[in-house]
């Protein structure tokens, strides 16, 4: 990968405003404050958002028939940066993007009863090395990268360590000492979570090995005929000589991924299966990936952000925030905060999503401010995999943004969620339905989607300027609404939902002293702290004050 080195080296919107331009921003993108604890984040698959680039969409021969949403649908990191440099994720508030893997995917497909899948999701490697030519290039994704840092966006990107792509006769199995093929895993205890395949035909990558091995015949094969195999055997034994690293299967793959980190800049990583491996792997690519980071800041000083580490989010199935730091596999409890994450999926949030609101806020607060302080987990309301989402039909779409967005921890924003992008597509099987390509035609076209849209954005520019939201410490107000605040800092804000349209008073007295003036971010409408209150009259139900 060190090749592309030598090539490189709102103000709130109004009710009316267009939902897909671009916004004036309250402070520039460099001064205004961020923590990782209290980001808004956007998740996106590759395939399935935007395609800037047809060009690229047979590059690769993945042409058998499919089953429905089963194989590339054209999405590539040309349509990222297009979406990018229209302006769509600075109006969301958006400030940290992840992408599925960018990472070459095998090149056959698997038959899975219903109709043949390719790899289109990102998560079936074939080369860590290269980008997927459907993708893009790697010089498209270090300009994306670039474009989105000059937007004061960090990059995270999703890491696959446990397992290769599938067999198919266009890609050869590793060899036995990189992968198991079987058996399949029981799921019952620790070890049959780690020594076994999660599915049948996705081999396991043996990261539990020490052992030095030679690389697959298979991609020296492919990087001889590429002209890069003497680039790559110099790297890795660089990579090697440096670390003290044994040559074993999970450092070739750390050595890898850690390139994205000091080669592009990338900000950080999501980690996928993160239980299917051993917790002390994670712990080494942690630090492999910070020292990566550190290399890359101090290569381009010019070209990071000074404030934050390299960034780790842990996919750990099943872990709930009211676990806290334990992750119980039944016969071993597991403390994987200890063990290189910073941050964990938050499993349970959909379901709590269903909680009234002080009941959610609340709760998420107190174990976010005792047993986690320090990490802090990714709420989600729906994502690429999992069968049950809040509000799977989309029927309250306004309340599922706002919880998502006002709930203590980072909030992420599944592409679409944001626009009510159906969850529910007729003739798919299993997680197909959750990826139909973004609904872009029915965002410019429908006035109930710009709706929707217009409450996301004016909520995440909002928690953008505001790292209190998701980082702060929140406490009720008592009012005639349901009213609190939340404070990180010198950063406080008070926020009241579900109030009268038009005429209204906000109890503020607590947080903003008498004669202050204050912007209603929800509206845009200056007012004034009298006697403790701050007095509105907006059409809207929602009041977002922060100090002008």
Known sequence: MKNLVAIFFLIPLYWACAPTQNTVQNQPAENREFVWEGANLYFLLIDRFHNGNPANDHLIARDLPTGKLRGFEGGDL?????????????????????????????????????GNTYGFHGYWTKDWTNVDPAYGTMQELQELIDKAHQKGIRIMLDAVINHTGPVTELDPVFPSDW?????????DT???????TLVENLPDVKTESNTAVELPPQLVEKWKKEGRYEQEI????????????????????????????????????RIDTAKHVTEDVWSEFAQVCQQAFDTYRSNHPNQTFETTDFYTVGEVYGYGIFSKRIY?????????FANGFDNLINFDFKGDAAQPYEKLFNAYNSLLQTDLQGKSVLNYISSHDDSWPFDKKREKPIEAG??????????????????????????????????????????????????????????????????????????????LYYTFSRTWGNDQVVIALDVPAWEKEINVGTVFAEGAVLIDAYSGIETRVSNGKAKLDTPFEYVLLEKK
């Open 179 to 187: 992968v198991r093929t079987s058996p399949k895993c029981t799921y």
């Open 234 to 269: 110099a790297e890795l034994d660089a990579f090697f000589t440096q670390t003290g690293y044994p040559r074993a299967p999970k450092y070739y793959i750390m050595k890898w991924l850690s390139d994205y980190i000091r080669d592009l800049g990338i900000d950080g990583y």
């Open 78 to 114: 040309r349509g990222v940066i297009e979406k990018l440099e229209a302006g769509y994720f600075e109006a969301l508030g958006v400030n940290v993007i992840w992408m599925s893997p960018v990472v070459e995917q095998i090149h056959g497909s698997v038959d899975e009863g219903t």
């Open 328 to 336: 119980n596999f039944g016969d071993k409890k597991v403390d994987y």
């Open 402 to 479: 706002t919880k998502l967005l006002l709930t203590p921890g980072i909030s992420q924003i599944y592409y679409g969620d944001e626009s009510a992008r159906s969850l529910n597509i007729e003739g798919t099987q299993g997680d197909a339905t959750l990826r139909l390509p973004m609904n872009w035609t029915q965002i410019e076209n429908d006035e109930a989607t710009q709706k929707i849209l217009r409450h996301y954005q004016k909520l995440g520019q909002f928690r953008k300027n505001h790292p209190a939201i998701g980082a702060g410490i929140h406490k009720q107000i008592p009012d």
């Open 190 to 196: 620790y070890e049959h979570y780690i020594h076994c």
